[in-house]
C-alpha cells in the first residue's frame, strides 16, 4: 500500500514539474486528479502535503502548489521539434510536432525556440550538419552574419544572412574545391520575398547516430 502511494506521489510530482515547463504556473488539485488518473482528491491532498513535507513543493497563502526556482521553468525550458529544414513550411499544428524535448536555460536560455531537423550539407562550414538539431529562437536578433532559418522559394531554408547594395542575400557556407560556393546564393525580390523564421543560435549533433524523428 506504502509502494503505490510512493509512485502516485511521484507521478503527481512529475505531472506538477511538467505542467510549470508548459504553463509557467500550478495545476489545480482538480487537474491533477483528473490528468493523473489519482481516485480521489483526498490522495491528491496526501501527495501534495507529502512532497511539501519532503522540501520538494511548497504551498503559498492562497493554497496554490509553488515549485522551487530549481525545480521549475526558470531552470528549463520545454521545445518542440516541428519540422525539417528545407522541407515544407513548419508550423505548430499537432501534425507537425515531431516531439518535445527539455533544453537547459543555463545553455540555451530562457526565450522561446523550437528544434528543426537540418536535411543537407549546405551550412557545413558553420558547423551545421546533416541530421543535427536546429535550436531556432523566433524572437532573436537578426545581423549580417546570423545563421537564419528563412522561408525563400517555397521552403525553410537554413542560410547565413547578409547584406551586399543594400539588398538581403541568403547564403550557404559551402565551397568547393577550387573555392567556389557549392550553392547558389538566395536574393528575394518583390515576385520571390523572404522571411525570416528565427536566429538558429545553437545546434544539437549526433555523433554515433542519427535521431529518427
Known sequence: MRHDFETRKEKIYDYIVDWH???GRSPSYR???KDTGTPS???VYAAVKALKEDGRIDIDAQGRIVVPESEDAGEEVKARIIDTAFC???DYSDANIRASVRLPVSLFGSDEKFLMKADGDSMV???IYDGDLLVVHPHGTVRPGAVVIVHIEGSYMCKEYCRERGREVYRSANHLPDGSPKYKDLVPDEWNPAEILGTVDETIHF???RLDI
Open 41 to 43: 482528491m483526498q490522495t
Open 88 to 90: 515544407g513550411i513548419p
Open 21 to 23: 515547463v508548459d504553463f
Open 31 to 33: 487537474q491533477i486528479m
Open 207 to 209: 555523433v554515433n547516430r
Open 125 to 127: 562550414e558553420r558547423g
